[in-house]
């Protein structure tokens, strides 16, 4: 990744999976185990829908079945590294995957679906993460 200057946003597609009953979400577990939505970062010139489709592909080696055609999130925050702070806006789009059949890499280790008081019980969590917890309501989707 090009090197982003500090005043600037990075721009991640995310993955809102739900459970059988909508009630739970699913987080994709992290080789340094970190707990996030699926998805990531755009490259220049992608669409949401391409993107999104692309990182799963990569993380999961699952393929996308449907993208909702409106975001159902728009979360704003910063994660830290070690060297700067990194900016982001994460656009959460509903998603259906072909099966939960996944292959592990660095980026996905494990999955699980998780409600609003399981993501407050789990260590390593961006605040991202925490936001989307605190607004989702499964009433609405």
């Known amino acids: 990744m090009s090197e982003i200057r500090s005043k600037f946003y990075r721009v991640s597609i995310k993955a809102l999976v739900l459970n ?15 707990w996030d939505l ?14 999104l489709a692309r990182e799963i592909l990569e993380e999961m080696n699952i393929e996308v079945t449907k993208i909702a055609e409106r975001p159902s999130y728009f979360l704003g925050g910063h994660k830290m590294s070690p060297e700067h702070k990194l900016w982001l806006a994460n656009v959460v789009y509903e998603t259906e995957l072909s099966s939960l ?10 999955i699980m679906f998780v409600s609003q ?16 917890a605190k607004q989702f309501n499964p009433e609405n989707h």
């Open 38 to 51: 699926p998805g990531g970062g755009m490259d220049w010139g992608e669409t949401y829908n391409e993107a």
């Open 117 to 132: 008081s399981d993501v407050e019980n789990l260590e390593h969590v961006p605040p991202t993460v925490l936001d989307l």
């Open 101 to 110: 059949d996944f292959t592990p890499s660095d980026e996905c280790v494990d």
């Open 20 to 34: 059988e009953s909508r009630d739970k979400f699913l987080l994709t577990q992290m080789e340094n185990g970190v």
